[in-house]
């Protein structure tokens, strides 16, 4: 088992390639502590899931080392690295009632039956199913399968649970009421679990810190407030939450600030990673920081802008307006008595703080 201070999980140098000439991992070095909740969050084809795989010893990597609690896992196999798994299509057996299905981990350990039944029974009353052990997978509703299979992961009192996208079958309203209840689960039992989604919302909601992924490689490995508030980089910035994207030339820097030049606009913003003066750079400012009608001089950045487009959104309209030679600028107005009265084909002035408006790569 890690030391203290060692990783418990830990990616080093780990590449992957199938078919000997493109990597679909680059050079991977991630390192997770110990009941750490971690998601790999990207676009298909972007290298999650295969990160997932290899740690689950599903796939084995073509270079580089994975560790577990300081021990190599490359030859170890799958049964044999005590690590719990949830998939997406739960994965159960259908000639087997629930209580038997999260028996079957529990007797291939060799483990006496009234352990095992102690356990089942604990692991069915910390998803709520207690009353469903003699129940055949299909009797029950998709909800209630994932939980078993939940339940099935956690009923060995793993110290790493991997999850591939478990909540992808099911509608809105459940999947937002597991994700609390799996985030729940992992406050309460400590464990490591290392999370694959595509869904953004579910990686912001669930998570201790995201990776996010594209082309093989992580873009971004940080905590959910830092990954939205402060994207490295444009890729991150557009798919961690809805985001605008002004495109420019760079006119000055100046410390931590810079001014770039958008459709004959001068726009103020914070240094990240733009190019130098005379390069390019793509800026980024999230809809809910843009103000609407602001006083002059009030905001470094005052722009005119065209309604284009309301969409009624109940606790916010969402507003689509030309602003900076841009005709899909977004702003979310709150639904309160002050923005009433905006209408489709008002003029009007929008503003941003230098802050909010981030030079990133163009």
């Given at each position: ?202 990686a912001l909601t669930m998570s201790d810190r995201i990776a996010v992924f594209n082309d093989g490689k992580v873009q971004q490995l940080a905590k959910p407030a830092d990954l939205y508030e402060r994207p490295e980089n444009a890729f991150v910035a557009q798919f961690i939450g809805e985001n605008n994207r002004l495109r420019g030339k760079v006119k ?111």
């Amino acid at each position: 088992m890690a030391d203290g201070n060692q990783p418990f999980v830990q990616f080093k140098n780990v590449q992957k390639t199938y078919d000997g000439e493109i990597l679909v991992v680059k050079n991977l070095n991630l390192d997770i502590a110990n009941g750490e909740f971690l998601t790999m969050l990207g676009p298909s084809g972007s290298g999650k899931t295969t990160c997932l795989m290899m740690l689950a010893g599903f796939e084995t990597p073509t270079q580089g080392q994975i560790m577990l609690g300081g021990t190599e896992l490359n030859n170890v196999p799958p049964h044999k690295r005590g690590i719990g798994m949830v998939f997406q299509n739960y994965a159960l057996f259908p000639h087997m009632s629930v209580a038997e299905n999260l028996a079957f981990p529990l007797e291939v350990r060799k483990m006496s039956k009234a352990d095992t039944e102690a356990k089942v029974r604990r692991a069915l009353d910390m998803v709520e199913l207690g009353a469903f052990g003699d129940r055949r997978p299909g009797q029950l509703s998709g909800g209630q399968q994932q939980r078993v299979a939940l339940a099935r992961a956690l009923v060995f009192e793993p110290d790493l649970v991997l999850m591939d996208e478990p909540l992808g079958a099911l509608d809105k309203n459940l999947r937002e009421q597991m994700q609390y209840e799996i985030k729940h689960i992992h406050d309460n039992l400590g464990m490591a679990v290392v999370y694959v989604t595509h869904d953004q919302s579910e990686a912001l909601t669930m998570s201790d810190r995201i990776a996010v992924f594209n082309d093989g490689k992580v873009q971004q490995l940080a905590k959910p407030a830092d990954l939205y508030e402060r994207p490295e980089n444009a890729f991150v910035a557009q798919f961690i939450g809805e985001n605008n994207r002004l495109r420019g030339k760079v006119k000055s820097k100046n410390g931590s600030g810079c001014t770039v030049e958008v459709a004959g606009n001068v726009v103020q913003a914070l240094t990240v990673n733009p190019e130098g003066v005379g390069g390019s750079s793509t800026l980024s400012i999230r809809p809910e920081r843009v103000q609407l009608a602001p006083e002059p001089g009030s905001l470094p950045n005052i722009f005119d802008a065209e309604v284009l487009e309301l969409i009624y959104l109940g606790d916010h309209i969402r507003c689509r307006m030309s602003c900076c030679g841009d005709s899909e600028f977004i702003v979310k107005v709150p639904n309160t008595h002050a923005h009433a009265t905006i209408s489709q084909g008002d003029k009007v002035s929008v503003g941003w703080e230098i802050d909010d408006c981030r030079a990133l790569d163009a």
